[in-house]
């Protein structure tokens, strides 16, 4: 499993700030190219419910 690493600053989810937030990809825009996609603890833990949710549907 690749290192996540927290860091302080803008959750581009809920966009609080000052937050402790981890990287967790690229984001590509239509116009403006790549922008990194920093999400806050509660952020992170709700992506993950809704990965997991995304498998799930993929077995089926
Ligand atoms: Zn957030």
Redesign the pocket.
Known sequence: MAERQWTIGL?W??E?TE?PVMWLGPVSSEYHGHGPFY??A??VQRLEELVVEYGARRDT
Do not use: S
């Open positions: 959750c989810r809920c609080g937050e999400a806050c509660p952020c």
